[in-house]
């Protein structure tokens, strides 16, 4: 019987557009555009912050290296201000909060950067979360299995009881090899509704 909730964040709770982000800053040059995407988002380093083992800070001024002097600003405002504003998954906010007053257990499993601490309160739907697990805490990333079994002892939850959501298909594949039952979302919250009534979650 599933009694606890587990969500990603990024792509699941908000919306995590790379090329969103970009094109907020202004950049109209094609070469720039695919050059940010390049060194920043799809770096070693933005793995790393992941990780935990290079702060935001750390991980720009490496980024910066690589990239001409006019882009220094984008590189730090794509690191430091991509959740400048925040914007959230349509439907989403109303499906946790739902869960939530059912009674179900609510957790955040996210890869991210030490920042995420400061800027997760102001996603909404943050208010109904009884915890959260952030990879750059752990020094693990999904989908190794030791970030899953890490959160199942951190917060005391039996695998067979958990029901993970989370955009990557290998990141659901990874907790399923934990035993934790999942969906993979496809940005489709009525499809996300219909899979967790299958799992047998009472969800409208």
């Not at 019987?1 to 969103?20: A, C, E, K, T």
């Not at 920042?115 to 020094?139: E, M």
């Not at 990141?171 to 999942?182: L, V």
Request: hydrophobic share 45%; aromatic share 10%; net charge negative.
């Amino acid at each position: 019987m599933i009694r606890h909730i587990i969500f990603d964040m990024g792509s699941v709770l908000i919306r995590f557009d790379r090329n969103l982000f970009i094109e907020r800053l202004g950049i109209d040059d094609a070469a720039d555009r695919e050059l940010l995407m390049r060194e920043v988002f799809l770096s070693l380093e933005w793995a790393r912050m992941d990780r935990g083992t290079l702060t935001d800070e750390e991980a720009a001024k490496i980024m910066c290296g690589r990239i001409p002097e006019r882009l220094h600003d984008a590189v730090h405002k794509l690191v430091a201000m991509w959740d400048r504003p925040i914007l959230e998954i349509e439907g989403m906010y109303d499906l946790v909060k739902e869960l939530k007053e059912k009674g179900y257990g609510m957790y955040l499993l996210s890869n991210a950067s030490f920042r995420q601490h400061d800027y997760w309160d102001r996603i909404p739907a943050s208010v109904f979360f009884d915890d959260t697990l952030i990879s750059c805490d752990t020094g693990f990333v999904k989908p190794q299995p030791e970030i899953y079994r890490l959160m199942l002892t951190k917060f005391h939850l039996k695998a067979e009881e958990c029901f993970f959501v989370d955009d990557v298909p290998m990141n659901i594949e990874g907790a399923f090899t934990c035993g934790i039952a999942g969906a993979v979302f496809h940005n489709d919250v009525t499809e996300l509704r219909e899979k967790m009534r299958a799992a047998g979650i009472t969800i409208s």
